[in-house]
């Protein structure tokens, strides 16, 4: 294989190409998994045989739809949009291994049966489910196109939270709370899930007063949404914005000068300084600020080096402004600890956020008692947001449920409330009797009493029989889930890991390419 095509191939993997004028450099986002090859390499860049074999390992598509699988693997997989296969360098790297003409009908024509299919096995594992709940994620490409998505979660017999995404909705004309409650409202009734339903966790702000009438269902702010808006409000209350502004400028200082980022190397490295890529935030992102003024402050001795030999003393940060970073470092190393223990992958029930925000208040309440005004500020800010999910009843009871954090609510000496309504779905469960009722309460007492609990709760209530009742209503509480996208999306540096790649999809393809993408 040639050098020259071996770089076409890359680039296309890299998101390169006729649309990489359209990426700014700080923005841009490598693919949002670990693409690997194969182990022939030819001068450190894969084979045209390695590329190939790992494509043909990695293809969710054989499935006897036609001869464009690898493209439809790529499209898939790398969220590329159709476009793409008429490209030159694509079509000269696949075309070795293809027996028809590559074109953009003929594959969109493959994709839409792909989408037919999966769809049907979607639609028979939703027909068979009970007691659903959605999440619905509100975002824009680049061009500020609006988009929608709703996925669906229940917990299965053999006790697995399992999720689909169902439709992504184009917004063509607005993207009101009012809009999107109107498709979401659609779509369900499209997948026949609208009576099964009984909650939404939604990023949009707004929704809950846009409700629809006949709906049952009762909305939940995303929890890493609702963290995000605290720190934004806590940044604009603390009068911070300038300063991040002034550490967005330093970034894109040395992201536009090769020399002045060489001499920070080397600067780096004779003060031996860990050295980091300098990471520009996006907007008033708290993970993304949080790793940006960490960079900063670990290699501030070098950047004030290379700022006195190139005279920005515009850029140069007092001692004072330091000092604020740090505060908010501090801050954010809890925020980021704290959502850490949602968990790592898919999507985690409601029942750990009354415990998470316990132990992020106390965290903050030490801080603040040391002298930390953002933490005390950002305190009060998400006390306004999220303290009272304590004394909403779904949250308590789903965590009196929760075996690993009952005692959040348990030690309080009132929970008639939980137990009262424990009792009131017991007693509308289809498999209840009324001889039962006297032994009710020596349930609730075994479960209150039980400690020691080391299995997650899913486990738990699949292996205590003892506790089937129970386990019935606790099958309807834990399938609702507290964040509108999956937490590995909410833990990841860059949010845009995904976002940059289905920015760029055609309009007319979002739904099916995200479908398939998120269905495997």
């Known amino acids: 294989m040639s050098r020259r095509r071996v770089h076409f191939a890359n680039d296309f993997h890299r998101g390169r190409g006729r649309r990489q004028r359209d990426f700014q450099k700080d923005r841009f986002m490598p693919l949002p998994y ?52 008429t490209r030159h360098y694509l079509t000269r790297t696949l075309q070795s291994s293809l027996d028809v003409q590559l074109s953009a009908s003929c594959i969109r024509n493959e994709l839409q049966n792909l989408y037919r299919h999966k769809r049907v096995e979607v639609q028979n594992a939703l027909n068979n489910a009970s007691n659903l709940a959605l999440s619905a994620e509100l975002w824009s490409s680049s061009e500020k196109v609006f988009y929608l998505t709703v996925s669906c979660h229940f917990i299965t017999e053999n006790w697995k939270l399992t999720s689909y995404v169902l439709d992504t909705a184009h917004l063509l004309t607005k993207h009101t709370a009012e809009n999107a409650a109107e498709h979401l409202l659609r779509i369900s009734n499209e997948w026949n899930i609208t009576e099964k339903t009984q909650s939404v966790v939604t990023n949009i702000d707004g929704i809950k007063k846009a409700h629809i009438n006949g709906c049952r269902w009762t909305y939940i702010p995303c929890f890493a949404h609702t963290l995000d808006k605290v720190f934004r409000e806590t940044m604009q209350r603390t009068d911070c914005e300038s300063l991040l502004r002034k550490c967005q400028q330093i970034v894109a200082f040395f992201h536009q000068s090769d020399k002045a980022s060489h001499n920070l190397q080397q600067y780096s490295a004779s003060l031996s300084l860990r050295q980091s890529q300098l990471t520009q935030s996006s907007g008033l992102n708290w993970r993304t600020t949080l790793h940006m003024l960490k960079n900063i402050l670990e290699q501030w001795p070098a950047i004030f080096n290379v700022f006195v030999d190139r005279r920005e003393d515009d850029l140069c940060l007092s001692e004072n402004e330091r000092k604020i970073m740090e505060n908010i470092v501090a801050v954010l190393n809890i925020l980021k600890e704290v959502t850490e223990e949602i968990g790592s992958q898919g999507f985690s029930p409601i029942s750990k956020i009354i415990p998470l925000v316990q132990n992020l208040q106390e965290r903050l309440r030490k801080h603040w008692m040391g002298g930390n005004g953002i933490a005390k500020k950002l305190s009060e800010i998400c006390d306004y947001h999220i303290g009272n999910s304590k004394k909403i009843l779904r949250f308590r009871v789903s965590t009196a449920l929760d075996p690993q954090n009952k005692t959040s609510v348990l030690q309080e000496s009132d929970i008639e409330d939980i137990t009262e309504e424990i009792r009131k779905q017991i007693r509308g469960s289809a498999d209840h009797c009324s001889r039962d009722t006297e032994s009710q309460e020596s349930v609730f007492q075994r479960y209150w009493k039980t400690t020691n609990i080391s299995v997650n709760a899913l486990e738990f209530w699949k292996s205590n029989k003892e506790f089937k009742k129970l386990a019935t209503v606790a099958r309807k509480y834990l399938t ?41």
């Open 34 to 85: 670990k693409r690997i090859y194969g182990t022939k390499w030819s001068h450190g860049k894969p084979n045209l045989q390695a590329q190939q074999n790992h494509n043909q390992q990695e293809l969710p598509t054989n499935r006897g739809y036609g001869s464009n699988d690898k493209v439809l693997n790529i499209i898939i997989k790398d969220l590329q949009p159709l476009s793409s296969v």
């Open 480 to 520: 609702m889930v507290s964040t509108a996208i999956p937490v590995e999306r909410v833990h990841q540096l860059q949010e845009s890991q995904l976002a940059n790649r289905r920015n760029f999809l055609e309009p007319e393809n979002v739904n099916m390419i995200l479908f398939l993408n998120s269905n495997k």
